[in-house]
C-alpha cells in the first residue's frame, strides 16, 4: 500500500505539472511593450488582435514575425560591418533556440531537458575607456600616513581574530558560532566563511592563510550537499564568487580555483533547465536528476534572479564559454522587458513570477532585502562588459529616476543635517504611490551605487545625491548608543527637501501614531504616554519606531563610505569610517571571534551565535580597503561584486 500510495502521487503530481505547463503556455506572451526598440507602433501588417503574438516574437526573437509588424514603407536596415555568424548581445530581444550554435559549450553533469542550441555570446565589440572613478589623492604626509597604517592594521588583527577562530573550531564548515564554538553548515555545507573569505586572505597579504584554503578547496566536492535544496543566489554570490574573485586577484596562479569555479557553474546551471531558461531559486539537486520536469520559480524574489550576473558574466570572459553568459543575459532580457510593465514602471517588485517571468503581481517596491543587489548590479555589470552594451545603462537609468523621485526621502532630525535615506513604496488601490519611511541598513549600499552610477554614467549632478544617502546612514549610526545602524527602523519624512527645521511635536506625534496599544495606561495622559513610550523603547529624536533592532555585522554602509571615499579622496569619510570600525569591534568581539547582536539601543546589548561569511568576506574588507593606499583594489582596475553580494574582485577589461 505504501508503493501504491507513492506512485499515485507522482501520477497526481505529473496530471498537474502537464496543466500548469499548459496554462504557462498561454500565459507566456503575456509582457506588455518593451520601452525600446522600433516596435513600439502596434499599427503594423499584424491586426490589432495580434499585438500578444508580437510580443511573444520580441520575447524569442522570431524575426520573421518582427519584421512582417513593421508598417508599410519601413524596411528593415541590413546590419553595418557585421561579421556572419556574429552573437553579439542584443538590446532587449531573447534569441531563437534553433539558429545555429554560436560558441561551443562545456558539457554538463546532467542531460539538459531544455537545451539551448543557440547562446547568446559576450559582446563582441571592444571594451570601450570607461570614465575614471577614484578621485585624485593629494600626497600624504607621515603623521596622516602613520594614522593611517596604524588603523588598518587594527582591522587586519580584528581579521585575524574572527579568521583564527574560525580556522581552529568550524574549518571546512559554512560558518562558525563565535559564542559557544560551534558550527553551522547553512549554504550547502562546502566551507562558505572559508571559500568567502578567499580574496580578503590575499588583499590582506595572508599568503600562507590563502594558499592553505586554496588547498582546503580542491578537496571540496561541490558536485554533493546533504541539504535538501540550495539557493542558486547564494551558492553564487559566495561560492562563484569567492573563487573566481580570488583567482582574479591573485592573477590566475591557482588554476584549481578556476576549476572549482567551472564545478560550482556547471552544478548551478541545471537550474537553469526549465522550458523558459530562468532559474529555479530554491534548487533541489538530489531529484533534479531524476525529476522529468522542473519549472521556475512562481514567486521568488527579484534579487535573486536579478543578481547573478556578474559571476557568471566572468566565468564567460575568463572561460570563453558562452553558456554561463547566456543564462543571466537571458534574465537581463527579460527583467528589460518588464521594466516598464510594473505597477511602479522602471522599478522591479519585491516578489516576481520566474516561471512566465511576470513583473507586475507585486505591489512592494523597495531598495533593501529582497531586491537591493538587482540594482547594485547593474553600473557594476555595465563596467564588467567594457561599456560593450548599452543595456544595463538604461536599466540602470530607468530605474534610478523613479527611485529619486519615490524612494529616497530626507529624515527630519534635531541636528538639522541634510541627509537622505531609502524607504518603501508600496501602490494603492488606487494606482498612487505610497511611500513608508520605513529604512533597511540593507538600503545603504544606495549611496555607494549612485556614487557609481554618477561617475561610470556622466550624471554629475548624483554625486550630492551619493553623498547624502552615505550621510544619511552615518547619521543612523551616530544616532544610537552603541554607535551601529539598527537593522530596520522607521524615520520622519521632511515636507521639503531644502528646508526641514527640527519639530519635537512632530516626532512625539509619530512616536503616538504608531503605538496601537496602551495596556494598563488608561489613566495617564497622552502626553505621558508617549514620553514613557520613548523611554522604554529607547528612541531617540528623528526615529519614532525601531522594528527591528540587531546588527549582523553587515557591510553595506562601510562599503557605501569606503567608494564615496575612493570617488571622492575626502578624508573626513574616513574618520567616519573608523568610528564606525571602533564601535562595532567594541560590542561585537568574543572570545573566539565576531558575533551578531541583539540590540543597538541598549548600552550593553546580547550577543546572538552568528557571524555570517560576509564578515570576513566584506565588512572587514571595505575597513581594510579604505585605510590602504588608494591604488589598492583600484575602483578603476575591479569591480566589486557589492555590499549584498560579498564584495569579491572581478577585474575589469582593459
Not at 580542491?218 to 569567492?242: C, H, N, P, W
Not at 543578481?307 to 527579460?334: G, H, M, V
Not at 575612493?566 to 578624508?571: F, G, L, P
Not at 543597538?600 to 560576509?614: C, G, H, I, L, N
Amino acid at each position: 500500500m505504501p508503493l501504491l500510495r507513492r506512485w499515485r502521487f507522482s501520477i497526481l503530481l505529473a496530471v498537474g505539472t502537464l496543466l500548469g505547463f499548459s496554462y504557462l503556455a498561454n500565459r507566456r506572451d503575456s509582457f506588455a511593450p518593451p520601452r525600446h526598440g522600433p516596435l513600439l507602433d502596434t499599427t503594423s501588417k499584424l491586426g490589432n488582435g495580434d499585438q500578444r503574438a508580437l510580443d511573444t516574437a520580441r520575447l524569442n526573437g522570431d524575426q520573421k514575425i518582427l519584421d512582417t509588424a513593421r508598417p508599410d514603407g519601413d524596411q528593415k536596415q541590413p546590419d553595418k560591418a557585421k561579421p556572419e555568424g556574429d552573437q553579439t548581445v542584443p538590446d532587449i530581444s531573447i534569441p531563437n533556440d534553433d539558429e545555429p550554435m554560436a560558441g561551443k559549450a562545456r558539457p554538463t553533469n546532467a542531460q539538459q531537458r531544455y537545451p539551448v542550441t543557440s547562446f547568446i555570446a559576450l559582446p563582441s565589440s571592444a571594451p570601450s575607456k570607461l570614465p575614471r572613478v577614484q578621485g585624485h589623492f593629494p600626497a600624504e604626509d607621515e603623521r596622516a600616513k602613520a594614522t593611517r597604517e596604524k588603523r588598518r592594521r587594527s582591522v587586519e588583527e580584528s581579521f585575524q581574530h574572527a579568521w583564527t577562530g574560525y580556522k581552529q573550531n568550524s574549518w571546512l564548515r559554512d560558518e562558525l558560532a563565535p559564542v559557544s564554538g560551534k558550527s553551522k553548515d547553512v549554504f550547502g555545507g562546502w566551507a562558505a566563511t572559508l571559500v568567502d573569505t578567499l580574496d580578503t586572505l590575499w588583499i590582506m597579504g595572508l599568503y600562507d592563510d590563502f594558499e592553505d584554503a586554496v588547498d582546503a578547496v580542491s578537496k571540496i566536492d561541490f558536485t554533493k550537499t546533504e541539504q535538501y535544496a540550495i539557493s542558486v543566489f547564494e551558492t553564487t554570490i559566495r561560492y562563484l564568487g569567492g573563487l573566481l574573485g580570488a583567482y582574479d586577484v591573485s592573477d590566475g596562479r591557482y588554476k584549481v580555483l578556476l576549476e572549482k569555479a567551472v564545478e560550482v557553474a556547471d552544478v548551478l546551471y541545471g537550474a537553469f533547465d526549465t522550458p523558459n531558461r530562468m532559474p529555479v531559486a530554491r534548487w533541489d539537486m538530489h531529484d533534479a536528476a531524476s525529476s522529468p520536469i522542473q519549472v521556475a520559480s512562481s514567486r521568488t524574489s527579484a534579487a535573486e534572479i536579478g543578481s547573478l550576473s556578474l559571476e557568471f558574466t566572468r566565468l564567460s570572459q575568463i572561460t570563453k564559454d558562452p553558456k554561463y553568459f547566456d543564462a543571466i543575459q537571458r534574465i537581463s532580457n527579460a527583467l528589460d522587458l518588464g521594466q516598464n510593465t510594473t505597477k511602479l514602471p522602471g522599478m522591479w517588485p519585491v516578489m516576481v513570477n520566474a516561471a512566465i517571468p511576470s513583473f507586475s503581481g507585486d505591489n512592494s517596491f523597495t531598495l533593501g532585502g529582497m531586491a537591493d543587489s538587482l540594482y547594485e548590479y547593474l553600473p557594476k555589470e555595465h563596467a564588467l562588459l567594457g561599456s560593450s552594451t548599452d543595456q544595463y545603462r538604461r536599466l540602470y537609468e530607468g530605474s534610478i529616476d523613479v527611485v529619486k523621485e519615490h524612494l529616497f526621502f530626507r529624515p527630519m532630525n534635531k541636528e538639522n543635517r541634510n541627509v537622505l535615506l531609502s524607504g518603501e513604496v508600496k501602490i494603492g488601490y488606487n494606482g498612487f504611490p505610497n511611500l513608508s519611511p520605513r529604512t533597511q541598513h540593507l538600503t545603504c549600499f544606495a549611496g555607494g551605487m549612485v556614487g557609481l552610477g554618477a561617475k561610470l554614467f556622466e550624471r554629475p549632478d548624483e554625486l550630492d545625491t551619493a553623498r547624502k544617502l552615505v550621510d544619511g546612514c552615518v547619521w543612523a549610526y551616530e544616532s544610537m548608543v552603541t554607535g551601529i545602524m539598527p537593522e530596520t527602523f522607521t524615520a520622519i519624512p521632511c515636507k521639503s527637501q531644502s528646508f526641514c527645521p527640527w519639530d519635537e511635536e512632530i516626532w512625539r506625534q509619530a512616536v503616538l501614531d504608531r503605538v496601537y496599544q496602551w495596556k494598563g495606561q488608561d489613566d495617564m495622559t497622552e502626553g505621558e504616554k508617549i514620553t514613557k513610550k520613548i523611554k522604554d523603547s529607547r528612541l531617540v529624536p528623528g526615529i519614532p519606531e525601531i522594528l527591528d533592532r540587531r546588527y549582523l555585522l553587515r557591510p553595506e554602509a562601510i562599503e557605501s563610505v569606503f567608494i564615496l571615499y575612493r570617488i571622492t579622496a575626502d578624508a573626513a569619510l574616513q574618520e567616519q569610517a573608523w568610528k564606525m570600525f571602533t564601535n562595532i569591534e567594541k560590542y561585537t568581539r568574543t572570545n573566539l571571534a565576531h558575533a551578531a547582536i541583539d540590540d543597538v539601543s541598549r548600552a550593553s546589548p546580547q550577543k546572538t551565535d552568528s557571524m555570517e561569511s560576509f564578515w570576513l568576506a566584506e565588512t572587514l574588507k571595505y575597513f581594510y580597503l579604505i585605510f590602504s593606499e588608494p591604488d589598492l583594489v583600484s575602483l578603476d582596475d575591479y569591480v566589486l561584486s557589492s555590499s549584498n553580494t560579498e564584495a569579491h574582485t572581478f577585474k575589469r577589461p582593459l
